[in-house]
């Protein structure tokens, strides 16, 4: 159930920094809103990196930076 609630609110903060990313914003600005966001939610131990956008993993994406081609993707402890 917490996982449940934790990735539904990963969504809406995608989804909510989805205006703001799509527009050539650092990626130390973007990764600071979406660090800021996760801790209000609670989660303390997670790691945000900023990858090529091209890149293939396994992680959850949660945001983009730099005009859309880089990514920013969420680990979890």
Avoid: H, N
């Avoid at 917490?2 to 909510?16: E, R």
């Avoid at 956008?53 to 969420?74: N, P, Q």
Wanted: net charge positive; aromatic share 6%.
């Amino acid at each position: 159930m917490k996982s449940t609630i934790a990735y539904t609110a990963l969504g809406v903060l995608v989804w909510s920094l989805s205006g703001a990313a799509s527009a050539k914003v650092s990626c130390e600005e973007v990764s600071a809103q979406i660090e800021a966001k996760i801790k209000a939610k609670g989660v303390k131990d997670f790691t945000l990196t900023v990858i090529p956008k091209d890149e293939v993993t396994d992680l959850r994406v949660v945001g983009t930076c730099d005009g859309g081609k880089k990514k920013i993707v969420y680990k979890r402890g």
